[in-house]
């Protein structure tokens, strides 16, 4: 009957011969033909049953595993079953604690409650560090390897999950738990794991998007076109730049709120030192295991930890074998391989540094003051 339907739709039969063709009654399909209402409710009916078989799954995937479920807004981290109305957290290791010993009781009843509403909930987030089968004590070393582990040990299928359920481990390191790459900050894995599902394709570019919001937001992209700022003569591909432009640039609106009161701020270092004057108690120290420096600001630490004791050192120095993570630190180390020297008009003492000279400098004016 589908097939004899469709038939019709296209225009390749009439009603009569799809009818004859296909070998149903030819009243039945046209009236089916014809009925396209119905059809729309039938898909409204096959999304729904999708997505009450994703919470069944998600209640099996937390019936029998450790990984916690999470939500986010603004890179931040925040409960499933508090939603964003709740406390936020900075790292994995506080969203985990919270949830164990504020959620246990709800761990599967509360599902229901944060996957509503449907079309605001898509997909669920899931974090799976120390990921291990609950009910054998079994690690799991990796998330396809434990679809693999429930359906030979626990005769466990899933279904929707494999592309509706999204897996993240939360740690100081963030790493694609599918496929290791590792990312300076959460906005960019969560970017990256576009890749790995293609739930939604863009035909224009090929992008591929794990939600319809992603892909939604993604299409305003290709709608480019000239909108100049009113206030200067910046001009802007896309409308929503030169609104972001005029409310930090030209009105100085404050857009990023203090996570503990009602404060705003323009930008994120600002928030920072509010938060170190005015809400001492929330600051959490962030110390380096290598060196042993501390940082008061997270993106302080992780950009410690890149530049010294990071190993994916891309910038080589062609005159010998030394590599380095920031392309400014080659630049001041091509300096030693170079000729060029700057001299002092004093005394005729040179240096390779142009930075050197002017504290070389510094002593003549000392020298010169105190005589």
């Known amino acids: 009957m589908r097939q004899a339907i469709k038939a019709v739709r ?11 063709t296909y070998g149903v009654p030819k009243k039945t399909l046209t009236a089916k033909a014809n009925d396209k209402d119905r059809d729309e409710d039938d898909s409204k009916d096959s999304t729904s049953e999708k997505h009450y078989k994703l919470i069944e799954e998600i209640k099996n995937i937390l019936k029998f595993t450790n990984a916690i ?3 986010t807004k603004t890179t931040r981290y925040y409960c499933a079953y508090c939603s964003t109305d709740g406390p936020i957290f900075e790292d ?3 969203l985990r604690l919270h949830t164990r010993l504020e959620h246990d009781k709800e761990r599967l009843r509360g599902v229901e409650k944060f996957m509503r509403p449907q079309w605001m909930n898509e997909i669920v987030k899931l974090d799976i560090e120390g990921l291990h089968c609950t009910a054998c004590r079994v690690r799991l070393p990796d998330w396809n390897r434990m679809f693999v582990h429930f359906a ?7 279904d929707q999950a494999y592309t509706r359920v999204i897996p993240y481990a939360l740690t100081s390191q963030l790493r694609c738990v599918l496929c290791k790459e590792g990312f300076h900050n959460y906005g960019h894995v ?3 794991m576009n890749h790995h599902y293609s739930n939604y394709i863009c035909h224009q570019c090929g992008d591929t998007f794990l939600a319809a919001s992603r892909f939604d937001k993604h ?14 003569d910046k001009v802007f591909t896309l409308e929503k730049y030169r609104t972001k432009h005029k409310n930090l640039v030209h009105d100085q609106k404050s857009m990023v709120k203090c996570l ?3 404060e705003k701020f323009v930008g994120l270092f600002q928030r920072h030192l509010h938060v170190t004057e005015q809400h001492k108690d929330k600051v959490k120290v962030y110390t380096c295991e290598l060196c042993g420096n501390c940082y008061t600001w997270k993106t302080y630490f992780l950009a410690h930890m890149r530049r010294r004791h990071g190993t994916d050192k891309k910038h080589q120095c062609k005159h010998c074998d030394k590599s380095f993570l920031m392309k400014y630190e080659l630049r001041n180390h091509m300096i030693r391989h170079t000729d060029e020297k700057f001299l002092c008009g004093l005394c005729g003492k040179s240096f390779k540094r142009m930075l050197t000279l002017k504290k070389h400098c510094l002593a003549h004016e000392e020298f010169s003051a105190e005589d």
């Open 10 to 20: 296209s225009g390749e039969m009439t009603c009569t011969i799809a009818a004859i």
């Open 69 to 71: 479920p999470f939500k």
């Open 92 to 94: 994995g290791d506080c």
């Open 152 to 158: 030979n040990a626990h005769n466990i299928e899933f």
């Open 190 to 192: 969560d970017s990256h």
């Open 219 to 232: 299409l305003k992209v290709h709608k480019i076109g000239n909108y100049p700022c009113e206030l200067c």
């Open 260 to 262: 503990y009161c009602s």
